[in-house]
Nanobody, 125 residues
Framework: QAQLVESGGELVQAGGSLRLSCVAS????????MGWFRQAPGKEREFVAA???????YYADSVKGRFTISRDSAKNTIYLQMNSLKPEDTAIYYC???????????????????WGQGTQVTVSS
């Protein structure tokens, strides 16, 4: 049974930084890509960042230059380093994994087959 567990979310002031972690267990997903999505109150879940293979990364325009996605294959873990946080970054952040290289777009939810429970990030102004 595949399982994704996120951690690292907390309350932080605007301009601050956080690093989220997502540990994958049950099988190795990193070969096929993993990603981060977020859902703010009253809004739909949206794409944040994704990583494919060892070095291909993708970002939403709203986080480019501020967020960095990375992975540690040996630990089956991906990270989301978030800098210069803004109040509009407040959301539940979800880790997601692809079970196939042909799962669809990296930018959309249907491209992912497994999801974590989420971790809350709150940015105060």
């Amino acid at each position: 049974q595949a399982q994704l567990v996120e951690s690292g979310g907390e309350l932080v002031q605007a301009g601050g930084s956080l690093r989220l972690s997502c540990v994958a267990s049950g099988r190795t997903f990193v070969t096929y890509g993993m990603g981060w999505f977020r859902q703010a109150p009253g809004k739909e879940r949206e794409f944040v960042a994704a990583i494919r293979g060892s070095s291909s990364t993708y970002y939403a325009d709203s986080v480019k230059g501020r967020f960095t996605i990375s992975r540690d294959s040996a630990k089956n873990t991906i990270y989301l380093q978030m800098n210069s946080l803004k109040p509009e970054d407040t959301a539940i952040y979800y880790c997601a994994a692809r079970s196939s290289p042909y799962s669809g777009s990296y930018f959309q939810e249907p491209g992912y087959d497994h999801w974590g429970q989420g971790t809350q990030v709150t940015v105060s102004s």
